[in-house]
């Protein structure tokens, strides 16, 4: 098929391997520069905030630069700064990251201090107040922003009850509740090398990174908790649209529902149906007939966020002039009807194309080929997934990618969030019937 | 602190030297310069072709036109249809897009290298055959994301900074335009612009990645030699004059944002003084060890966030701090804390470590942008579209050579009370 295989080089650059503290390593040997990429990641994140303190798992993670028994908040700044090294960190739902990307000169001390971050932070509580209040005033200063304020009620109303429900950085009020106690309760349990992965890809042989990551994170820890079961969230029931004040002049439109597992068998087929449906920019179908034909959005799309084992989110969006509101929605609605009985054979095979070709692209840098690892860690996927994905891709018949469509798109049961002005917004989709409409109230 | 050393990076320098950015530079008959960089580390190609056009270019009344006609690219030529250049990279398995500056409008596109004669061509052919299909959409589609830009505090800040810091010059108006102007603008305006700027003689042409320099060196004389140059590109002649005292404007929006912008203005790109201005920028407020933020986020806790960057362009550009202040916080303590830093700046030592710090982090990141060759692609281009790519084999050297004084000389002739221009965004709670 002349698909670039070029990563996989017989498996002779990777390597994986169990450290003997629980550390599961990854180690991916790439020449071109010397330099490295590390990112460690903790099978936690802010699905397993506790109810009321919404916001802990990203206070944990951020505290940790804050200063350790050897270093001040601030050393460590100065340390990494000066050795030009990049410091990162962030909190999905199900999982957390931090990690470096360093000269490969500096590697050794760059792992040393971000072990240090990791295995002996101090939480200080004077810094604790500085980062929950800088956190605070964070979130009251990002509510002026509409994309921010849809992203939060959307996800707040799809997964309703759901620790779900909230995005990692929590809100004002439920920080003010976060003790530095909850976070160091947090970080024991949940902060532990057995309950963690770390991915290495660097200028040097799979065994000499292996070592390096033995040498800095190898260490014997106290023994944690596995996070809690959490329950699968209830699928949305009937049309419900939501409708936001905000004294803006457009509509910012979400749709959705949830979409297919990562790990499931149907994600490929719903990875091209979706490329078609809206995910394929300039090729995509939401693109052609809301931009394109109607110059209704200048971003309009559709994507799959996963969040294994809990069901992925599948959403359509656009912003839009107000008056334009209730047709750029029907045109959704119809699009997705269409999907449903009619792929041209040329839209498969342009898909086809684009992922044939994509690969090289996409496993280009040190820090793309980090993050792809780590996914197939944590979904548990076939190794070099990204790979197998194309093949299968490859694949894929009409019938299959149609199925996919009648399955995964559910205009029946779906969210619609409207953030608009109100005072010149009604709705009114023609053809939409059964609708439950509430206007909110309070963010 | 243990363990602590204050060794400056002298690698990627030694990268240099090596052979990286081995770039071969070319120029075709027709005033077209190509610069290549072989780069065999994955079997892609990045493209760009950047025209030397963007808002500066611009006349009143005419705002956006650059940004307008660089989504009309994508409209197709007399071969291809409407958004089909796009279909075509992305069925190869590529990606492209473009973006418009005040300085330039630049074309880009990475692929899987079989394609590359392919790439060209396009490109070619839509360097002088567009057709400009579905105008009337197409500028909705821009005034869409001009709203975007309003419905944002952050949007209508930039947009403030920039109209209160200069007052003559075309960089005072958006890059994406005003609403009325998009309004106004015809087809046949925005043909016109594309026949004045849109030629091989005013855009130059960068191919990074996994090709031999001879062979795609052939490809593009057999594709682009052709195109005739045009006969006169109009001049920007316009100059901003001296500021004459401290402006400041206070503007609100409804929301919870709270910002503060301070921009002075400083000398256009191949100044001595830009290299040093960087520096000075990334000491004052590059991140999160430099002087505003241990200051004004870290220790006071009046802000959220701060930044500082040294925006150098074509025609004179502009040194500028922005902080997001927490709600409670006072625009005048905050002020008066960044106005000490720079005095500080000024009259007092600045550590040898703060210096060695903006360098390291300036020659690390220099390293990691080779990581990608779209970046690498976006870095000539910066350095070519300013003051000639040759400047990128010197750059590194540039910045170890700046020193204390030369901190102190910049800080003391740009950030002046006479020449600085504040602007102060205050948050209108929302009613409910």
Redesign the interface.
Known sequence: MGIFLGILNGGMNYKREVLKNGLITLAYEKEKLPMITFIYAFKIGSAYDPKGKEGLANLTISMLEKGTKKRSYMEIMEEFAILGTKFFYDVSPTFSTIGITSLLENAPKSLEILSDIIYNPEFKEEEFKKEKERLINRIISDKSEPDYVSEVLFTKYLYKDHPLSHLPEGDENSLKNIELSDVIEFYKKYFTPKNSIGVIVGAKSPDELINLVDKYFGKEKEEGELPPQIEMPERLKGINVKIYHMKINQSYITMGHFGPLRKSSDFNAVRVMNYIFGGGSFSSRLFEEIRNKRGYAYSVGSYISTFDPFPSTYIFELQTKIENTNDAIKVIFEEIDKIKKEIKDKEIEDTKGYFKGYLPRVTETYTQIANNLLIQELYNLPEFFWEKDVEEIQKLTKKEIIEAAKKYLDPENILILIVTDTSKYKWDVKGIENVNIENIEKF | ???????L?I?PIL?IQKGYYNIKEYNLKNGLKVLILEDH????ISLGIWYRVGSRNELPGKTGISHLLEHML?KGTKKLS??EF??II??????DNAFTSNDVTAYWE???KDNFEKVLEMEADRMQNCVFR?F??????????R??H?????GVFWEELEALSYKVHPYKNPVIGWMSDLENITLEDVKNHYKTYYSPNNSFMIVVGDIDEKKAISLIKKHFEKIPKAKKIPAVNVKEPPQMGEKRAYIK??????KLGIAYPIPEAGSPDEIPLSILAYVLGG???SRLY?KI??EK?FA??VGAYADIRIDQGLFVIAI?L??NSSFDEVLNEVLNEIEKIKKEKIEE?EL??AK??I???F??S????LRQNFVIGRFESLKGWKKLLTYLEDVDKVKEEDLKRVANNYLNENSRNILFLE?IL?Q?
């Open positions: 602190m243990k363990d602590f050393s204050l060794a990076i690698l990268l580390s994955s079997p892609i994508f409407s958004e796009s279909k992305q069925k190869m398995g590529g990606v990475v692929f899987p579905e009337e959409e197409e500028k909705k589609v821009v005034m869409e994301e709203r975007l309003e419905n944002s505090p952050e929006k409804e929301g919870f944002a709270k991140d999160k060890t241990k986020v870290y806790g959220t966030s997001d927490k709600m470590k060695l710090k390291n982090q020659k690390a990141n390293v990691y080779q990581e990608s060759i948050p929302p409910k």
